[in-house]
């Protein structure tokens, strides 16, 4: 069992940045991935930006450029520097962990509000 624990979310004006971070409770090596997604209300949840055990990203089109996903392998923690958000990037952010046992476990999500 991994356990996730989110924190960073909050409210934020329009052009403004926030730091996500999500710290698990087991060992980085055990994980295919590691990633955010979001859900806005009445919408699917959508990846993100994800990180793989060798350090390589992918980012959604919406946030290419934006946010950037690293990882830190001593201290088992994910972070997802968001700059320049606007109102659309509003949504319950989920940090997710995919291991190599083709498993996916969720942390309890962090709410970001951008106000235009």
């Known amino acids: 069992q991994v356990q996730l624990v989110e924190s960073g979310g909050g409210l934020v004006q329009a052009g403004g940045s926030l730091r996500l971070s999500c710290a698990a409770s087991?060992?980085?090596?055990?994980?295919?991935?590691m990633g955010w997604y979001r859900q806005a209300p009445g919408k699917q949840r959508d990846m993100v930006a994800v990180?793989?055990?060798?350090?390589?990203?992918n980012y959604a089109d919406s946030v290419k450029g934006r946010f950037t996903i690293s990882k830190d392998n001593a201290k088992n923690t994910v972070t997802l520097q968001m700059n320049s958000l606007k109102p659309e990037d509003t949504a319950v952010y989920y940090c997710n962990a995919f291991t190599w046992m083709n498993v996916d476990y969720w942390g309890q999500g962090t709410q970001v509000t951008v106000t235009s």
């Open positions: 087991r060992l980085f090596g055990g994980m295919k991935t």
């Open positions: 990180i793989t055990s060798d350090g390589r990203t």
